[in-house]
């Protein structure tokens, strides 16, 4: 079984599912158990990246979902982003989507808690620059029965979404490619709003000039969008100052800035394709600022230091 065949599955039988007793039902069963461990065979799921599927607790949900979740980001729906997919309340289609927990934003911001996860979605595209566009839908529709219900706060928690109408779901390969490329966005979210500078901790065994980016399987938690190795030797190649605005971290903070910068990629891991991809050290990065690496996935410039620094530093407002 496969994922286009457990999307049909709930699609087609959600709805009559809803009218019969919730307890051991086959088909929440299925979507808690059968349709996570089909999901964590292709991702390879482990301590660190969980999945987990649910269709109610106790009663049926309006829109059942399947989420992946990486343990320092989250470890289910309720706070953290993390991908998932979501079915409409009507089963007209399901959304691969990029969301947020909602729990959090309910407790603290109150009536205010969509406006809330409106603009934080905003945000992470924000960070993410182009690499989203993929996954081109920055609002989605659920069909929502009432305001209150979750499908309605799901719309307003979505980062990022592609859709699969019911009756048209594309091929299984597709599928597999856009759930891969969804968990790479994911690692590369995570990447930039933790700012994923790199410093002595490192080590480089493998003194080599090329070294690869490993997407044979997920791993988050290694954080394969960047091995430490290579991340050494782009400090070896280019150095610890910044790029775009000149900032020396151990000239500002002395020891404890010494070997301190954060590892660009210019070719966006979301356009990578192939399993094992040699990358350049001196030509495939950059090493920029935290606050210049945010900017430039900001930019329309992520693969061009030159051309963003050009249209969009000033040195003089930077020294002021």
Known sequence: MGIQECLTKVLTGYEAACGELFPKHPLARFIRDDFRVMVESIIGADQ????????GQGGWVRGPWVGMFY???THGAQYGYYPVYLFREDMLGVYLSLNQGMTEAKAHYKSDAKTALKAKAANFRAL?????????LSEIDLAPSAPSNNTAFY???NICAKYYPA?????EEVLVDDLKAMLTLYAQLYETETAGGFGQESELDEPKEFLYEDLTRFRMHRRLERSAKLSKLVKVKRGCVCEVCGIDFEKIYGEIGKGYIEAHHLRPLATLKGLRVPMDAETDFAVLC???HRMIHKSDCISDVGDFKSKHFDAGAAIR
Not at 167 to 171: D, E, N, Q, V
């Open 155 to 157: 719309e307003a928690a």
């Open 167 to 171: 009756g048209a779901l594309p091929s």
């Open 71 to 73: 343990g320092p980001i």
């Open 48 to 55: 660190q990246l969980t999945c987990k599927g649910s269709s």
């Open 290 to 292: 935290a606050n210049c």
């Open 128 to 136: 993410l620059g182009s690499a989203w566009e993929r996954f081109p």
